[in-house]
């Protein structure tokens, strides 16, 4: 069930809304493949109304699985907007939808719970990613072969006599 506040509720004083609401609910087209959100949205908010206009003030707190870029390690990263504040249109083109007196507060809610997203989630700021292993017996490769081929290369290139 999607975040709405009754209208008419308003009219008479503020109201509070504190639950859940699932993470399939809030369709949060995640394209991340670092990022999952499995458990639900928590938010406490309270709402007033404000001539044409809804104040909408509160916490909300995301539970996100994630997967570190740089080590592959797993971990839950904790999205908190606290506080979050949303003022909202109940009038003009960028008006809250309304729909039986209920003004659905889901998809301001959802883009900023978007907008907060880490962008490379890492699991520690120090962390140093994979391990660092050698492919092979250990060997490196021999430096000498590989500035003889380049410097040939150039050589070649001298070689070449162009006309201006």
């Not at 150039?154 to 006599?161: D, P, Q, R, S, V």
């Amino acid at each position: 069930m999607p975040i709405t506040i009754n209208l008419r509720h308003l009219e008479q004083d503020d109201v509070h809304l504190d639950d859940e609401l699932p993470a399939e609910e809030l369709d949060l087209d995640i394209r991340d493949e670092l990022i999952e959100a499995n458990q639900p949205l928590k938010y406490d908010l309270e709402v007033q109304k404000l001539e044409h206009n809804l104040l909408v003030q509160g916490k909300l707190s995301l539970k996100l699985d994630c997967t570190c870029v740089r080590c592959l390690k797993e971990f839950e990263f904790v999205l908190n907007l606290d506080p979050w504040t949303a003022h909202l249109s109940l009038q003009g083109e960028e008006a809250v939808r309304v729909a039986n007196d209920c003004a659905d507060l889901t998809p301001y809610v959802r883009e900023d719970i978007l907008l907060a997203f880490p962008q490379h989630p890492l699991c520690a700021a120090e962390c140093r990613g994979l391990p660092k292993t050698f492919i092979g017996k250990g060997k490196k490769p021999s430096t000498a072969s590989s500035e003889a081929g380049s410097s040939s290369a150039w050589a070649e290139l001298n070689k070449l006599k162009l006309e201006d």
